[in-house]
């Protein structure tokens, strides 16, 4: 299973950027995402950038990863995400969530 992780930009060049994120520091190809500035945040699907987040968008990325490795140590199965998750979003707050509304 491959897992996106929020990754955010410390230096461009062409096609790449180095970027930061969950205690790692890595080189990802920018391709599928075009342009990028320091500061912006990607997600990272092994050594690919496959889309750009919003600042808050990879904060609930990251607290779901963190949800999910208490999960894995054995603590907090019951603990609540802090945000709505898709599968209690209506019809159309799932339309505006991936931009065809």
Known sequence: MCIGIPMQVLAVEPGFALV????????????????????????????????????ARAAEVNATLDLLQAVMDGGLADSAAGFALPSAMSAADLQRLTGQA
């Open 20 to 55: 930061e994120g969950r205690g790692e520091v890595r080189r990802i190809k920018t391709t599928l995402v075009g342009d990028c500035a320091v500061g912006d945040w990607l997600l990272a699907f092994l050594d690919d950038a496959r889309e750009i987040l919003s600042a």
